[in-house]
C-alpha cells in the first residue's frame, strides 16, 4: 500500500498548460524512499526520541494525581492544600522516576539486553535442535507411547469401567 505522499493530482478536463507543468515537475521529483527499505539505524534517533513507547507497552503507567487522589463532592480541602498536593505528587513523581532511571536503567538495560541475548542462544542453540530431533524420532516414540497406552492404561480403564458400571446412584428425599 503506497502512502499519500507519493499519489498525485490531475485533473482530466482541465487544458492549462500551467498547471500541467506543475504536475510535471511533481512527477519528476524524486519522492523519498519509503521507511521500510531505508537502512536502519541502531540508535534511537530524534523522532523516536519523541515517542519512546510507540506500541502502547506501558499504556497501565499512565498515572496522574487525578488517577489517585480525588475528593468527593462535599468535603473539600483548601485550594491552596490541594493545589501543593498535586505538585508534590506530580514533583515526587517525576524526580523519583528520574533518579531511580538514573542509577538502574543502563544495569537493567545491560541485563535485560543480555538475559535476552541468552534466551535467543538458547533457543537457536538448545531448544530448536531438541525439537527438530523430536520431529524426526516422533513417529517411533508415538507408537511406543500408543503400544504402552494400550498394553497398560487400556485395561486398566476397561477394568474400572467394567466394575463401576455395577454401581447405580439414587436420590431420595427423606
Known amino acids: 500500500m503506497m502512502s499519500d505522499e507519493y499519489l498525485v493530482d490531475c485533473k482530466l478536463d482541465d487544458d492549462d498548460d500551467d498547471e500541467d507543468e506543475e504536475v510535471l515537475e511533481k512527477l519528476q521529483q524524486t519522492p523519498p524512499p519509503p521507511p521500510e527499505f531505508s537502512t536502519p539505524s541502531p540508535y534511537p534517533s530524534l523522532s523516536q526520541l519523541e515517542s519512546r513507547d510507540p506500541y502502547g507497552v506501558n499504556q497501565h503507567l499512565k498515572v496522574e494525581f487525578s488517577d489517585v487522589l480525588a475528593e468527593p463532592a462535599s468535603p473539600h480541602s483548601c485550594d491552596r492544600v490541594w493545589v501543593y498536593s498535586g505538585i508534590?505528587?506530580?514533583s515526587?513523581?517525576?524526580?523519583?522516576?528520574?533518579?531511580?532511571?538514573?542509577?538502574?536503567?543502563?544495569?537493567?538495560?545491560?541485563?535485560?539486553g543480555c538475559l535476552f541475548?541468552?534466551?535467543?542462544?538458547?533457543?537457536?542453540?538448545?531448544?530448536?535442535?531438541?525439537v527438530q530431533v523430536f520431529?524426526?524420532?516422533l513417529p517411533w516414540v508415538r507408537t511406543l507411547w500408543f503400544s504402552v497406552i494400550n498394553i497398560f492404561l487400556g485395561p486398566l480403564c476397561e477394568s474400572v469401567s467394567r466394575c463401576c458400571s455395577g454401581l447405580y446412584v439414587t436420590l431420595s428425599k427423606e
Open 88 to 90: 508534590g505528587f506530580e
Open 135 to 137: 520431529h524426526s524420532c
Open 92 to 112: 515526587a513523581r517525576i524526580w523519583s522516576y528520574r533518579c531511580l532511571t538514573l542509577l538502574l536503567a543502563v544495569p537493567v538495560s545491560l541485563l535485560s
Open 117 to 130: 541475548a541468552w534466551l535467543a542462544c538458547l533457543h537457536i542453540w538448545c531448544v530448536m535442535p531438541c
